[in-house]
């Protein structure tokens, strides 16, 4: 706040949220301190027969001295958006003070602009500087008026009797400061989460089209080799066999008959991955809770056996992790069901220090010795593409004696706080 009070902070700052009414305070502080001067200096002048002399004219190059170092200080600061440093407004105070005494030492009936004076001690200062202000002032008065060794000298109930209204003052003009400071606190808090609500939604958003984008990009690379590459060898094969057929009927017929094997193989990829862009996406609902659901609609589906354990702070990973760990889980749950003739499954999703862990189980044949060297598995193949993407670990091999175990690390670094939900 550069040593200024929150009510100026505010004044300056119109993007703080619930400022308005302070600033309408501070306009009217303003033309509180203003007209109270020119009132008074008009109640001099008016009850002072003409032709004036050198005592109204000092009077009145002091007051226009006030408003010029007002205007200097408060309303120039305000529209150049320049903050007044608490030296600067110290200074200030203290030339305005010197002022002021000269005037009620030519006309005491500037005596109550010391109440104006104090008021904008408490709107223009921090509280710790301008309550020993407020003392400071009521002891200069207290010396011009009777001297400080009369005024301390004087009986008990005298010297409580003049500090009463500087007491109240202070209290009164305190607790007003102080709601002000609270109420400015308050609106800086509600600033910085909607800052920071703001960059969670932007976050979010790139989020998303980053695994938008990935998605995208993996889908191309299983059309690109899978589809791709079995349209090219068809082309050949195609030309091959119509050199062929006229010389070798026999060999041609062998050729298409390879060819219908390639067409439904490829097929067989290009239905994968329609059911892959028609299989639902989580759309922000928790991980923990659409796995449960879709064990239980699988088992009810198939009769299988399904165990599925997984911690609750899953929900707390990002975007592009959980989606990841889903399609995963997703993947292995139908090559159980159509590969696997297995009776149980277990899953087990758990957070660690180092990373997310998943571990999917089942009883059933397990993976051929060879399946690498096989053609089609491209959802294996998408598996592991997805969490390798991301840096993470996928391993395939047999659970035990019988069925297949699919394991899988995803590291934690990226996981740039919790997902939107819990903003």
Request: hydrophobic share 45%.
């Amino acid at each position: 706040m550069n040593g200024a009070s929150p009510a100026l902070t505010f004044e300056n700052d119109p993007s703080l949220p619930g400022g308005r009414q302070l600033r309408r305070l501070v306009y009217v502080w303003k033309v509180i301190y203003l007209g109270s001067l020119i009132v008074t200096l008009g109640a001099v002048l008016g009850n002072t027969p003409t032709p004036w002399g050198w005592r109204e004219a000092v009077l009145m190059g002091l007051v226009s001295l006030q408003v010029v170092l007002f205007f200097g200080f408060f309303v120039v600061a305000h529209y150049t958006r320049r903050s007044l440093t608490q030296p600067h407004l110290t200074g200030y105070f203290l030339l305005n003070l010197g002022l002021w005494l000269i005037e009620w030492h030519l006309e005491t009936g500037f005596w109550w602009i010391i109440w104006v004076q104090v008021l904008q001690l408490y709107i223009s200062l921090p509280l710790k500087v301008a309550v020993p202000a407020t003392g400071l002032i009521f002891l200069v008065v207290a010396h011009f008026e009777s001297g400080l060794d009369q005024f301390f000298g004087s009986p008990v109930g005298v010297v409580i009797e003049r500090l009463i209204p500087w007491l109240i003052v202070s209290i009164s003009f305190s607790f007003i400061s102080r709601l002000i400071q609270a109420n400015q606190e308050r609106a800086s808090l509600i600033a910085e989460l909607q800052a920071a609500k703001q960059e969670l939604e932007l976050a979010h958003q790139q989020e998303v089209e980053l695994v938008a984008l990935r998605e995208r990009e993996r889908l191309a690379r299983d059309m690109h080799d899978s589809l791709g590459h079995a349209l090219v060898a068809l082309s050949v094969q195609l030309e091959a066999v119509q050199r062929l057929y006229p010389i070798n009927p026999e060999g041609a017929s062998k050729q298409i008959d390879e060819m219908k094997t390639l067409t439904r193989t490829s097929m067989e990829a290009l239905r994968h991955t329609l059911t892959g862009l028609r299989t639902p996406a989580l759309n922000h609902r928790p991980l923990a809770q659409t796995l449960a659901e879709l064990c239980a609609e699988t088992s009810q589906r198939t009769g299988l056996e399904i165990k599925c354990q997984v911690d609750k702070e899953v929900d707390r990973l990002n975007l592009a992790i959980t989606e990841a760990l889903w399609r995963v889980i997703q993947e292995a749950l139908m090559n159980v069901e159509k590969h696997a003739a297995a009776r149980s499954v277990q899953i087990d999703l758990a957070m660690k220090p180092e990373g997310v862990s998943l571990r999917v189980a089942d009883d059933g044949l397990g993976l051929p010795s060879d399946y690498t060297r096989r053609p089609g598995h491209y959802g294996l193949q998408g598996m592991r593409e997805r969490i390798e993407g991301l840096g993470g670990v996928l391993s395939l091999g047999r659970n035990g004696q019988a069925g297949t175990l699919i394991e899988t690390h995803l590291p934690l670094i990226g996981n740039n706080g919790h997902r939107e939900a819990e903003a």
